[in-house]
């Protein structure tokens, strides 16, 4: 972490890293990691009291390229982790970031069971309908007619995982969607995101232009959800249900108790420490 803290306010440019993204240009996650550190910026979060955590994939790099505290992980375990993370050191703000392979494939078990939790995380998941690390096999969000790998050169035959309708059912506190392609409305929605108890769940549609192109035209489909952002999930149910995967912005509220660990079950660093030593 470079630099000695301050009381100047610290700019977005000053929460990434010196380390330059591989990202193959355009892909939607430059924006991504844009809006993340403007979100950070905007609540000049403390460096040394954030983390961000993920799994792998093409999405799950980005704790290299900021310059709070992280944890590159195990593929589909980042919200583990990060649970871990919280429970340990609650006076972290703990962000989580990954994509819809590492999140929903994977992942999906730890998915359900942290919006069932209810810990105070921020998870962001970058969903390009695709995993692009491993060269663009189809991943749970994919349409069923997609045709684009040789592995499903039919498509897949099956239903499209709906994350924010599940993440609803399974109990998350916050959810929202968001474009790459407008990283301050990003910004502003991964904000309030991180500013909302609980678990809050963003998925950003984050094209990924080598094996997606198509995902380009986002820019003219996505638009601003037409209603208020609801905090009955019966409401919000409804409205995800028959969603069509591009109304943007806060969809919904919620406010559930948000899972504390038992009183005196924290550990200080010396703590952990302790137990590492041999
Ligand atoms: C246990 C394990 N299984 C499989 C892999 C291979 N793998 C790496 S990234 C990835 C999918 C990534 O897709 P996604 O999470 O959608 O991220 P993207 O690259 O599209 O951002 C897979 C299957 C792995 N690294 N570890
Ligand atoms: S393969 Fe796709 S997701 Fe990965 S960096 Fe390239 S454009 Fe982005």
Known sequence: ???????????????????????CPGCGDFSVLSAITKAMAELQLKREDTAVISGIGCSSRIPAYTSVYGFHGVHGRALALATGVKLARPELTVIVTGGDGDGFSIGGNHFLHACRRNVDLTYVVMDNQVYGMTKGQASPTTASEWEGSKLTPHGTGVNPFQPLAVALAAGANFIGRQFSGDPNACAKLIAEAIQHPGFSFVQILSPCVTFRPEQREWKQTVHTAPVEPTSDPGRAGKRLMSDDGLNMGVLYVGGRPVFQPPEGTGATLADIEQKFTL
């Open 1 to 23: 972490m470079d630099g000695a803290q301050t009381d100047e306010k610290l700019t977005a440019k000053q929460y990434k890293s010196d380390y330059r993204p591989v990202w």
